[in-house]
Every structure is written in C-alpha cells, then in structure tokens.
C-alpha cells in the first residue's frame, strides 16, 4: 500500500481512540469528580498520526470555605458533542482516502498487467 494509505490508516486508528475517549467522556458527564480526557491528534515520526491523550484537570477553588458536595465532572456535553461530530467527519474523509488509494492502485496494476 502506497504511503498516503498508510498516513489515512494511522489517522484511523488515532480517531477511533479518540471517539473512545469521547465517549468516555460523554458517559461520565454526570459522574462526580470525573476529570475529562482530551485527544489530541499530531503528526507522527516519519509520517502518519499520532494520538496524545491527557486528562483535564480543572477544579474550583473555594475560599476558605470546605464543600459539602462532592465536585461534579469538568465534562462540556456540548463541546464533546461538538468534537464527536468532527471526529466523525475526520474519519469519513480518511476512510474515503483509503478507498481511492485502493482503487489507484488497482488502476496501476490493471495498465501494468
């Protein structure tokens, strides 16, 4: 498989991680001090994509005051739905990627042969 098939296959394989971790955090919107994780795609060594994931930790500080009430999650439902859909449309495309690097191939090898 040609290079730019195997970029698009490390790209799919990094955005399904990432709907995990989206999905993750979308279950534990409501769980009290669930701390979110964020993915975050990079360009890998020598080529492809890499995924680095890292948990938020965002708290809310009181002053001088202690809280009767355990912390709730620090999970955006809309921001995660938000990225769901991107992430949706991300793999679509390297998946539509796949595809025609597939059929280029074939072309070659149906001239070639």
């Not at 948990?55 to 995660?80: F, H, Q």
């Not at 495309?93 to 070659?108: C, E, H, P, R, S």
């Given at each position: 498989?040609?290079n730019?098939a195997?970029?698009?296959?490390?790209?799919?394989?990094?955005?399904?991680?990432?709907?995990?971790?989206?999905?993750?955090?979308?279950?534990?919107?409501?769980?009290?001090?669930?701390?979110?994780?964020?993915?975050?795609?990079?360009?890998?060594?020598p080529?492809?994509?890499?995924?680095?994931?890292?948990?938020?930790?965002?708290?809310i500080?009181?002053?001088?005051?202690?809280?009767?009430?355990?912390?709730?999650?620090?999970?955006?439902?809309?921001?995660?739905?938000?990225?769901?859909?991107?992430?949706?449309s991300?793999?679509t495309?390297?998946?539509?990627?796949?595809?025609?690097?597939d059929?280029?191939?074939?072309?070659?090898?149906?001239i070639l042969?």
């Amino acid at each position: 498989m040609s290079n730019i098939a195997n970029i698009a296959l490390s790209a799919l394989q990094a955005l399904e991680k990432k709907g995990e971790v989206i999905a993750d955090n979308i279950a534990n919107v409501n769980t009290d001090r669930y701390k979110k994780r964020r993915a975050d795609l990079e360009e890998g060594s020598p080529y492809g994509v890499k995924l680095t994931v890292e948990k938020v930790n965002t708290t809310i500080e009181t002053l001088g005051e202690e809280k009767a009430e355990p912390e709730a999650s620090n999970v955006d439902l809309a921001e995660e739905l938000i990225d769901l859909i991107v992430n949706r449309s991300s793999y679509t495309a390297n998946t539509k990627t796949v595809k025609a690097a597939d059929q280029m191939q074939g072309f070659l090898f149906d001239i070639l042969g």
